[in-house]
């Protein structure tokens, strides 16, 4: 499976970014996908997850109201609706896929991970 971010860019706070995940493989299996982002000097943390169909979803509390993550098996694509941008959202962007089917917040139970897509927010 390889999976390619993009989306990224460089915006104002307050902005909205809209981050996209393509995959090459069928999307539509039993496995959920998420979102992570590590800032200059930080470890990578979790944002957002999604389970395999769709149906729940899992947020960091620091992105929560403000984040929304989806994805449509259909075309093999994991979206990630940024609003309400901050500086400290400033960071790379990584897609991944799990190894289990819920959304999971453990960056351990994901496989695959996507390049990165850089998100910079300026104050």
């Known amino acids: 499976v390889q999976l390619q971010a993009s989306g990224g860019g460089l915006v104002q706070a307050g902005a909205s970014l809209r981050l996209s995940c393509a995959s090459s493989k069928r999307t539509s299996s039993n496995n959920a996908m998420g979102w992570f982002r590590q800032a200059p000097g930080k470890e990578r943390e979790f944002v957002a997850a999604?389970?395999?169909?769709?149906?729940?979803?899992n947020y960091a509390d620091s992105v929560k109201g403000r984040f929304t993550i989806s994805r449509d098996n259909a075309k093999n694509a994991l979206y990630l609706q940024m609003n309400s941008l901050k500086p400290e959202d400033t960071a790379v962007y990584y897609c991944a896929t799990s190894i289990t089917s819920q959304a999971s917040r453990t960056t351990n139970t994901y496989r695959y991970w996507g390049q990165g897509t850089q998100v910079t927010v300026s104050s």
């Open positions: 999604i389970s395999w169909n769709g149906v729940s979803t």
